[in-house]
């Protein structure tokens, strides 16, 4: 067995003070911090998501509706699509980034920074067999990574406690989805 950590879009975007800010995005940040620092050596990747919007189409609009519209985010190379300030960096092996062209919410869409290879590849190439998954939004984009990692074959843990809905019924709903698909909450 081998383990990845999978950080989904804890960016400044999707916290408070953001443009699409979650209720608990500050939080969660803050306690996926402290635990990449109080468990080094429990993963053997780190890698994390962003939405990495350049011309995402109509995935963007002034009058959202909320399911497949939503006001401007995470612009790439904006100060929002920026990791949080409490992520360390530092410790992560890989960011893979998506949604440029068009609404991605997987972690899955997305290619790595370093080497543009797609987040399936890059785990297959390391012998990773495990992933724990925790981020922003749990209905959205943990909600696509984790049934993604399970359809790629991966043994998937949602850390639940380390993820942040945009509605919390959505959000819960989300997370008996995934559990029912094959994930374990945790």
Not at 70 to 77: G, I, L, Q, R
Not at 137 to 160: I, Q, S, Y
């Amino acid at each position: 067995m081998s383990r990845a950590l999978i950080l989904v879009d804890v960016q400044k975007d999707f916290c408070p003070g953001g443009s699409l800010a979650t209720g608990r995005g500050d939080e969660v940040a803050g306690l996926l911090g402290a635990f990449q620092l109080s468990h080094p050596d429990q993963f053997d990747a780190v890698v994390a998501t962003q939405d990495w919007h350049i011309d995402p189409g109509d995935h963007f609009s002034d009058n959202p509706d909320f399911i497949d519209s939503w006001p401007v985010h995470c612009v790439a190379d904006s100060e929002g699509a920026a990791m949080h300030d409490k992520i360390r960096t530092d410790l992560i092996d890989e960011f893979f980034r998506k949604g440029q062209h068009s609404a991605a919410y997987s972690g899955f869409e997305g290619t790595a920074v370093s080497d543009d290879s797609s987040l399936s590849d890059w785990l297959q190439s390391r012998g990773i067999t495990d992933v724990d998954i925790a981020g922003i939004a749990t209905e959205h984009c943990v909600r696509a990574t984790a049934l993604d990692a399970l359809k790629a074959g991966l043994k998937v843990r949602v850390l639940t406690g380390f993820c942040s809905a945009v509605d919390v019924p959505a959000g819960d709903a989300a997370l008996e989805e995934m559990h029912t698909a094959g994930a374990e909450l945790i």
